[in-house]
């Protein structure tokens, strides 16, 4: 694991499984807009959480891209699921927009519910298509910018799927933080 204190939140790189992350207390969801079991990352916490996450979310959806919305966890270790819906890259623009959008929204329900710790899959890179590089740099830039308005969150983890990832998290974190 990679650390990197910013604005008094300690921000984390890791390489794993989103869905077994049981020492924070919210996982954010790379969610479709139907907030279904789908591939990826949703597949993973949708298997994980039980048919109950997807039960929970059908009332709120569907959500455009750059939203956010709140679920229990269910069968997941965590407190909360934060099931954002980042832009599929070339369709939905301003794709950049849309992408910083869902790590700010996400970062601000966390803090409005007062969660201490907060976990993050790449959103958008997997099936959406967003550039691992341009991805990364979107997502750790607005992260940085709503550091100092967050008073709850104290940990922001990045679950990175695989290796190639987690070198790229770091590269750019070196750069942006």
């Known amino acids: 694991m990679t650390e990197f204190t910013h604005d008094g939140v300690t921000l984390q790189f890791v390489q794993g499984d989103i869905a077994t992350q049981d020492d924070v ?4 969801n790379a969610a479709n807009a139907q907030l279904r079991t789908g ?17 929970e979310g059908r009332p709120l959806a569907p959500i455009a891209p750059g939203e956010v ?3 229990g966890a269910h ?6 699921v934060l099931h954002a819906l980042g832009p599929v890259y070339g369709r939905d623009t301003p794709s950049d927009e849309l992408l910083a959008r869902c790590y ?17 899959p790449a959103l958008s890179t997997g099936a959406f298509g967003y550039p691992m590089e341009e991805a990364t740099r979107v997502a750790l830039e607005a992260v940085r910018g709503t550091l100092p308005e967050l008073g709850a969150v104290r940990t922001v983890r990045f679950v990175l ?15 942006v933080l």
């Open 75 to 80: 069968d997941l270790p965590n407190d909360v």
């Open 39 to 55: 591939g990826g990352v949703a597949g993973a916490l949708h298997r994980a959480a039980g048919p109950g996450l997807a039960e």
């Open 161 to 175: 799927f695989g290796d190639d990832a987690l070198v790229v998290y770091e590269r750019v974190a070196e750069d």
């Open 25 to 28: 207390e919210a996982v954010v």
């Open 104 to 120: 700010r929204e996400a970062l601000r329900l966390a803090d409005e519910r007062e969660i201490a710790s907060v976990a993050f």
């Open 69 to 71: 919305v709140a679920t």
